[in-house]
Nanobody, 119 residues
Framework: QVQLVESGGGLVQPGGSLTLSCAAS????????MGWYRQAPGKQRELVAG???????KYGDSVKGRFTVSRDTAKRTVYLQMNSLKAEDTAVYHC?????????????WGQGTQVTVSS
């Protein structure tokens, strides 16, 4: 069993920055592809950024050039650096861990952290 705990959300003005963290318990972190997703009220959950266990990254079109995803295997933590924040970035941000251990797929979600971009 893996627990994912997000932190770092909050209220920020447009143009500001935040860094989200997702700390993973358990010993599957190194086997996991990690992702950040967000869900705004009335909208579907969407991929914000992902980073594979090998370090390859991908981003949603709306955040390219503004957000950066990274991971620290020793700390079992994945980060999302968010710059030039816009009102439309307001959402609950969830961390996801996806992978296989001993041939068994795992897919875990954190509870989420609220990000509000407003003046």
């Amino acid at each position: 069993q893996v627990q994912l705990v997000e932190s770092g959300g909050g209220l920020v003005q447009p143009g500001g920055s935040l860094t989200l963290s997702c700390a993973a318990s358990g010993n599957t972190f190194s086997s996991a592809d990690m992702g950040w997703y967000r869900q705004a009220p009335g909208k579907q959950r969407e991929l914000v950024a992902g980073i594979t266990k090998g370090g390859s990254t991908k981003y949603g079109d709306s955040v390219k050039g503004r957000f950066t995803v990274s991971r620290d295997t020793a700390k079992r933590t994945v980060y999302l650096q968010m710059n030039s924040l816009k009102a439309e970035d307001t959402a609950v941000y969830h961390c996801n861990a996806l992978g296989f251990v001993a041939g068994v797929k795992f897919n875990y979600w954190g509870q989420g952290t609220q990000v509000t971009v407003s003046s």
